[in-house]
């Protein structure tokens, strides 16, 4: 096996990271497996809450590995993913026949960049198209049909937003053009130039201005591939048009911590978990928004979705704490491996009680990779 991409972090720790890629080819192509089946076996007039959340952490998974990895490519699109599968499976649109088409698409799209990684071709797969469907479904448009041909679907860009974009203090100066190469390879994401600093702004931090129609919450996790979100910085670009400002100003100017009942859906939405039915507090925070409303009362006469388990059985988790779960649980997998890899070169009586540590370690990463 060859591999094209190294990370700043397995360089700056003295690893070749190159040595571990099998593991995240493995996992990833076991999350797009049942990314497929659950997609294909979704019911698109009543998907249940246990579906959506499988769903949606086989692409997240996908997306922490690849990242961790540095595959930039396979990142940028299983974020673009996430994003609609998280409308999704909070009831802020409804799957239709060609989303689940589009999503299927992009799954054959990320096992085409895997067999590429693998094989060690440099040659990108063009998600163009792909990426443009996806995003028009999660800005709940009518997603443009993806063309035969597979060229680059153009979509109206409304909401246009110009932004000052403030990052650092940023332990390289090259995370810098590293964020702009990020948003020149996402479509959709906006385009992103460095501007002059502020008279007073942190020398090691960065000012860049940004023109889109992403939300903040979209760019601080497209930006947190590389940099920290608590040091990204988000306001309205000064003396922009009196409407983007105004638009832009609706939205706080420093990224907040999520609040402490937003919940991934990680562990009641698992499979082969008990269902995660809504609670009341949540219930009531979907119709507070506009999105929620509107689905409330389109359909009236849909009866309520059955609530057979008790409040006992559903875990709530922030989302800074499943995100770091799940970097965790690539540190662990990665550090399992090298151990092994280690382990060879020991006499025969330690190394036959290392392995029998190492296998219980593995069997401890599979349960808690299942859980």
Known sequence: MTAQTSTDSGASAGIDLAQFYQVFFEEAAENLAQFEQLVVTLDLHDPDDETLNAIF??????????????FADLAALTHIMETLLDKLRRHETLPTRSMVDTLLSAGDALQAMLQRRQAGDTEAVDVAALQAALVSFAQDEAAPALAAAGKPVKTAAPGMRELEVIAGPLAHPSLAADLVELFA?????????????????????????????????????????????EQIRIAPWPGADSDVAASAAELPATPAPPPAEESYGIFSGAPGAPGAPATPGSMDATAATPQGAAAASADPKKPARRTTATAETTIRVAV?????????????????????QRAVGLDAASRHQLMGGLADLERTTRDLQDS
């Not at 952490?57 to 540095?70: E, L, M, N, Q, Y």
């Not at 800074?320 to 092994?340: F, H, W």
């Open 57 to 70: 952490r086989c692409a997240h998974s996908i997306k922490g590995g690849a990242a961790t990895f540095g």
């Open 185 to 229: 390879e996402i479509a959709g994401a906006g385009q992103l130039t460095v501007t002059d600093a502020l008279a007073d702004q942190d020398p090691l931090s960065v000012r860049f201005k940004l023109s889109t129609t992403s939300s903040d919450g979209d760019l601080l996790d497209l930006c947190g591939f590389h940099v920290p979100r």
């Open 320 to 340: 800074d704490k499943v995100d770091q779960l799940i970097n965790l649980m690539g540190e662990l997998v990665i550090t399992q491996a090298m151990l092994s």
